[in-house]
């Protein structure tokens, strides 16, 4: 059910999407501005831009606006001195939670994520205090109408994925299937994927994910303050994603 509950994450995420577009699209395009500075502005020989470019796929953002993101990292326009910051800790209930920031203040984000964590009654821990209950995995959410198991099973094991979970009935809702989900370890990733969209599979999402090894459930006030502290960790400008080991 750990792929499931990462859907129903996914789909929250969504919803941000079409909430707060615009500033999705900013953080995007400030991922996409750092990978090009640093590798280049061609995918096929930079593979953290590669993975920017799925974000914003999926972030729907427009080519004309990814392409301009590029350009602007690629060529120099942008004189921002981004740099990549990680905070841990622990959110309410024991949750663990990770949080992955680009920044060119970091006093300013780091204070902005301490008020964060404060407010929810949480505190920071140190560098890599949670981080080892999650490991770094490829994760490819596919459209399961129409899809035949023997065959996605094949063909995905074959690519080099390391698991592929069915979808689950309980995970179904608004009259929406719940998805297959395809796993695989980062150096597999992008051919896992590739080969699953050159199959015709319908790829709903796909990227890049912690995903905890554990899970710890939470209820109640609990649940609800780490939902306004995910929430609040969001619509830091500097935060890219937030990661918890809470179940649903």
């Not at 080892?132 to 959410?141: N, T």
């Not at 899809?147 to 080099?160: H, T």
């Not at 592929?164 to 009259?175: K, L, M």
């Amino acid at each position: 059910m750990a792929g499931h509950n990462k859907w129903s994450k996914i789909k929250h995420r969504k919803a941000v999407v079409d909430k707060r577009r615009g500033k999705v699209w900013t953080k995007v395009s400030k991922a996409l501005i750092v990978a090009a500075r640093h590798g280049g502005a061609d995918p096929s020989s930079n593979i953290t831009l590669r993975y920017a470019i799925d974000e914003a796929r999926y972030a729907n953002m427009p080519r004309d606006t990814i392409e301009r993101a590029i350009r602007k990292g690629a060529g120099g326009e942008d004189t921002s001195n981004y740099e990549s910051v990680r905070y841990e800790g622990y959110a309410p209930g024991g949750v663990a939670i990770v949080v992955d920031a680009l920044t060119d203040n970091r006093t300013r984000t780091a204070a902005d994520v301490r008020l964060a964590f404060s407010d929810a009654g949480s505190s920071l821990g140190t560098s890599g205090c949670v981080s080892y209950l999650f490991e770094l995995l490829g994760q490819v959410f596919i459209e399961s109408e129409g899809v035949i198991e023997d065959s996605l099973l094949s063909l995905a094991l074959d690519a080099g994925a390391s698991d592929v979970e069915p979808p689950a009935a309980s995970a179904q809702d608004d009259n929406e299937a719940a998805p297959w989900l395809v796993s695989a370890t980062v150096p597999n990733y992008l051919r896992v994927r590739e080969a699953l969209e050159r199959a015709g599979y319908t790829v709903l999402q796909a990227g890049l994910e912690l995903v905890p090894q554990t899970r710890v459930e939470v209820s109640g006030t609990q649940a609800t303050a780490l939902a306004e502290l995910v929430e609040a960790l969001e619509e830091l400008d500097d935060v890219q994603k937030v990661y918890t080991n809470a179940a649903e």
